[in-house]
């Protein structure tokens, strides 16, 4: 639901009940667009967003907990100057306008006076404006003066108002009138109340189209003109906020009852979960794309070291045929003269005792010549002796890379990827992130995925740090499972002392194939043994472990 004049003059009615009287205790900022305020009420202590995002403008009260800037922007800075401790005087709605403003009593030392927050919530122009006396303080997004605008938002400028739609007001009774008349002579023939619902909204201020359809619907059943229903509606409809799910998920909020709607204990409530899931979800995938971006440039690299050192070690396989004509051509070398290009000579070493070519520099000597493929030989001989653990390195380096893909693909929800951030960080794949001031915020670490089945407990790691805490946590008996020939969570089966049954381990082996590279495919191996026999080699690569004793059952991933 666009946040239309109808719903903000309901949450600004909201707000004022809940705000009224409260200090704001402490400001702070979690992205370019996005303000929190914390608030004490007298009985409580709220949060307070104030978000200026193209896609979620809104003022509301929230629950959710979000991580802010670690440096302050300028105009967090200017708020917290002028509005620390400062009273909520009032919420209100700009006449019907898409505008929240919050009077504010501030007080200081040596002064006392009053400030207007404007919460522009208007799309991709929403803004957020203090001014005192009329006059701007400062702004999140400011206009230079050369910018083509009716409108100068920097510091010592008068405060203007945007410019009003070109559309009727909902309370203007005799340009409503005239409107409606105009829809009925260009439908003289009939109309369906989709398109009266379309016309309301493009010609009426303040109006999203759900909110058109609901006034139309409604106006049929009560006994008044819509050009007078619609400032009716629009002025004294009760609040009633539901919650719109599909699936479980929130799809839309609405001020009024809807057909399938979820009843809500308030507006802002409804818009918190509506707004926190979107966020959510776009924050999850926005997360995902950075890390995969980072986790495939790591892998990238790995697969183009690999495939140059498997180019070299191509060419020094070349290293015994070199041999074989150092020693031909010195066992020849009566025959040979000096500035021949190439000797075709007798090849003792093919056993269907064939001849060989072989190529000469014509200013060399016959014994320079064997010379020089003697010292290919040997360059090329050491040249594999070093290759070869180049080569076993750089394919355990690629497939940490392709592990840490996998965990990310494995991710449900942000959270999962806090670690997988630090190991990137680790291998220098992304930037480490800035410090806040004032110290690190303690953080909860992120738990296993645990699941539990005839009595057993089942934790499985989300990342490969996990997995290493997950075995280093996990007694000698209990059991261990993990995909073979694919990247997956280590899994662990709590024993307790106890023996473990198979359909215990058939459950695990399921949860492990789900996540895992083989979660869309069917009859997945899984090795699973008891944990004593799992090792972690010294040095090795988190989530990088060698085992023994181990069992192999086929499943079909579940997820539990």
């Known amino acids: 639901m666009p946040q239309d004049a109808f719903h903000i003059r309901r949450l600004s009615q909201e707000l004022d009940r809940f705000l009224r009287g409260g200090k704001i205790n402490r400001i702070s900022q979690v992205d370019k667009d996005e303000l929190t305020f914390i608030i004490y009420t007298g009985k409580s202590t709220v949060k307070l967003i104030l978000s200026t995002n193209a896609s979620n403008a809104r003022v509301c009260l929230s629950e959710r907990e979000k991580e802010p800037l670690a440096v302050p922007p300028n105009f967090c800075m200017l708020l917290r100057k002028h509005l620390q401790g400062a009273e909520i005087l009032s919420v209100v709605q700009k006449d019907f306008e898409r505008i929240i403003e919050l009077t504010l009593k501030c007080t200081s030392d040596f002064s006392e006076c009053e400030r207007v927050l404007h919460c522009e919530l208007m799309g991709k122009y929403s803004n957020i404006v203090l001014s005192e006396k009329g006059i701007v303080l400062g702004a999140l997004k400011t206009t230079a003066l050369l910018d083509d605008s009716h409108r100068v938002l920097l510091a ?117 979960e509506y707004y926190s899931f979107r966020e959510n979800k776009k924050g999850f995938a926005d997360k995902k794309r950075k890390l995969e971006s ?3 440039t790591l892998r990238k690299k790995a697969a183009k070291r690999l495939q140059e050192i498997t180019e070299r070690l191509a060419e020094s396989e070349k290293a015994e045929e070199n041999r074989v004509k150092g020693e031909l051509l010195t066992a020849n070398l009566y025959r040979l003269e000096k500035g021949a290009k190439s000797a075709t ?51 355990r380096e690629l497939s940490y890379a392709e592990s840490i893909l996998s965990a990310i693909n494995a991710a449900d929800a942000e959270q999962d990827f806090k670690e997988i951030e630090e ?22 670490p992120v738990p296993f995925r645990e699941y539990e089945h005839d009595g057993k407990k089942i934790l499985l790691g989300r990342n490969n740090l996990q997995n290493d805490k997950l075995l280093r946590q996990a007694a000698p008996d209990d059991i261990w499972l993990h995909t073979q020939k694919y990247h997956s969570s280590h899994a662990i089966i709590c024993a307790q002392g106890g023996q473990v049954s198979d359909e215990t381990v058939l459950y695990a082996a399921e949860l492990c194939a789900y996540y895992s590279d083989g979660r869309d495919g069917d009859k997945i191996p899984v090795d699973y043994c008891k944990r004593k026999y799992v090792k972690k080699p010294s040095k090795s690569k988190a989530g990088f472990v060698v085992y023994t004793d181990y069992k192999t059952i086929l499943v079909t991933p579940k997820k539990g």
């Open 156 to 272: 010592g400028a008068k405060y203007a108002y945007p410019l009003p739609q070109d559309k009727i007001s909902p309370f203007d009774g005799a340009g409503m009138r005239a409107l409606e008349q105009s829809f009925y002579e260009t439908h003289a023939e009939g109309y369906e109340n989709e398109a009266f619902a379309k016309f309301i909204f493009e010609h009426v201020s303040g109006l999203a189209l759900p909110t058109a359809r609901e006034i139309v619907a409604r106006a049929a059943k009560v006994k008044m003109p819509l050009w007078a229903f619609i400032g009716e509606f629009c002025e004294n409809a009760p609040n009633e906020p539901h919650l719109k799910t599909e699936n479980g998920e929130p799809v839309d909020f609405f001020a009024f009852e809807i057909a399938g709607g979820k009843a809500m204990p308030s507006l802002c409530k409804a818009e918190d």
């Open 423 to 444: 190991e990137l960080v680790s291998t220098g794949a992304l930037r480490a992130p800035k410090a806040r001031i004032g110290g690190k915020k303690k953080e909860t």
């Open 345 to 395: 000579l007798e090849n003792w070493y093919d056993e269907q005792g064939g001849e060989i070519k072989i190529a000469l520099e014509p200013l060399l000597t016959p014994a320079q010549n064997a010379q020089k493929y003697f010292k290919a030989y040997n360059k090329q001989k050491r040249a594999k002796e070093i290759l070869l653990p180049m080569q076993r390195a750089e394919q």
């Open 294 to 296: 980072a986790a495939r």
